[in-house]
RNA sequence: CGGGGUGUGGCUUAGCUUGGUUAGAGCGCUACGUUCGGGACGUAGAGGUCGGUGGUUCGAAUCCACUCACCCCGACCA
């Protein structure tokens, strides 16, 4: 492609909407504009980009004996509510009506329209297994859209659904997934951790997430330094306390006035008790109906993912003060384990029985000092229902654990029955007997592939493109096009790459060279082509590998070099 | 939805506190000329409902009210 007849659109200046880096240069370099909060236009190098990062995808799934489809992006509302998700998809769901006035909605993910195919298709299990997939786009009207092409409302997702006889089966499938999945990122040139995860809604026990280190991530992740135990913050594991604190089993218990102290902050600084002796009393509501209270250390937090799974429920919520008054008999801040009639009592792991805490008295401005948990109250249940914090240790192994941040690049999921019980696919299986068809499905955000590989690979000077990603492979840059010298050689040397395949650009623009050399660096095409005064000199060509070295090459030369540097 | 912030040509912005000429600038854009190895220079141009609506006033980019959009921090997720 020639850049004078192409359609670049690099901006001198940041944007000042832009934060991140990866959003900054991809509307500088040109590859994106934004249309609306979360919503962009992918310009042409954009898109190729794009493309690129489809194709490695779709090979590396096709490889995986996974079939392509496309469903249709409108859903009727008749499938979701029969899997429940019509009223339990919240407004990230965009919901519509057609002239008839029946409900649509933008397909925010297609468990329900794959599951539902599959019940029209699918009859006897030696149609199993199957992998289906599709590459398009998703809409999700999400709550805050940010980061550029990290997060937005319309975004292309790969979304690939699994079909099995049975738990065995599901267990090869994904593995199957997984393999597939470490391939595709490391052919995108990206850096990934692969962690497990909280399956949330999705359903099933644990699920594992791709995920990217960046600074601008909006997981976190726990990597064990010693071993290999990766997960994300809703499911690391806390292992049982370990430090020993002060107080003791025989402690009497005392009333303590603590007149408007409510947080154990202000109780430390007032009683000068360590919150680690302290137990903090949390009322949640679950399923709209019932309360349970969730007993965490005064230095922990309540991991309301671990409370929901541990209570097999998707509905929990904090207590209103209200709620919290009615419940326990005394204002936020005061509530306690002792004394609180007909509602579970769910207490951390890390909480001791042979320890004494302080902890709220189920009075007004009053706490209790000395309270032994087994002897002075019982829990109903007692579990690991706190997010792990970075004083703990690998729950694998013991060792030093750290925090990083990170985007989600791909999640993997066991879905099991969820979808294929209320849609009814079912299939018969050698015994003649009706079962239903065990499902798994797997998704990767593409844009965010491109998002990512910018984020990971830029210099002050634009976007480094991993090769696998960029738009175009090389960039001949001949200092002055108008140059009959400069002119001619560049466009011989384009002229043989064209012909070898190679994904080339000219910069013929009438431009200065400052513009030329901005513009390409901006842009992250590997590698550049330099033809200018020394070339008219002495014969040497100028390749730069964009961020890396560059190298004085012999005229001769250039063209095998330059695919001998594109197959590395 | 809660908290914070910003809206002035394509991009970055000055002016707003303390209302008062044709709303300035840099970059980009157009034409011509000189340049041509690191966003060059000269000359001449084009481009603006100052986010919108209503109000206060002789007079509003500037003050007031409402509203919309976008960004950032928290609850959602690829």
Partial sequence: MRLSKSFINTLRETPKDAITPSHQLMLRAGLVRQSASGLYTYLPFGLRAIQKAINIVREEMDKADALELSLSILQPASLWKKSGRWEQ?????MRLQDRKDNFLCIGPTHEEMITDLISQTVRSYKQLPITLYQIKSKFRDEIRPRFGMIRCREFTMKDAYSFDVDEQGLEESYQKMYETYKKIFSRCGLDFEIVEADPGLMGGNFSHEFIAPSQNGEDTIIKCAKCSYRANLEMAECLPAKVSVAGGKNEEIRELNTPGIKTVEELN????????????????????KKFVAALVRGDHEVNPAKLKRLLATNILEMASAEQIEKVTGA??????????????????????????????????????????????????????I?????????????????????????HIFKLGTKYSVPLQAKFIGKDNKENP?????????????IAVAIEQNHDKDGVIFPTALAPYQVLILPTNYKDEILKKKADEIYNTLIESSVEVLIDDRDETTGVKFKDAHLLGIPLIVVL?????????????????????????????KILAHLKT
Wanted: aromatic fraction near 6%; include cysteine; glycine fraction near 12%.
């Fill in 89 to 93: 998809y919240g407004k990230e769901m």
């Fill in 269 to 288: 600084k007032s009683l000068k008790i360590p919150v680690s002796e302290m137990i903090k009393t949390l009322i949640f509501e679950i399923d709209n």
């Fill in 331 to 384: 204002p936020v801040g005061f509530s306690g384990p002792i004394g609180l009639k007909e509602i579970k009592i769910v207490c951390d792991s890390s909480i001791l029985s042979e320890q004494a805490y302080l902890c709220g008295a189920n009075k007004k401005d009053k706490h209790l000092t000395g309270v032994n948990p087994g002897k002075d109250f019982s829990a109903d249940i007692t579990a690991d």
């Fill in 386 to 410: 706190r997010y792990i914090i970075e004083e703990d240790s690998c729950p694998k192994c013991g060792d030093e654990i750290s925090f990083t941040k990170g985007i989600e690049l791909g």
């Fill in 437 to 449: 068809i065990i499902m798994g499905c797997y998704g990767i955000g593409i844009d965010r592939i």
């Fill in 532 to 560: 200018g005064r020394n070339f008219i000199e002495k014969g040497e060509i100028e390749l730069e590998v964009r961020g890396k070295e560059k190298e004085i090459i012999k005229e001769k030369g250039i063209v095998n």
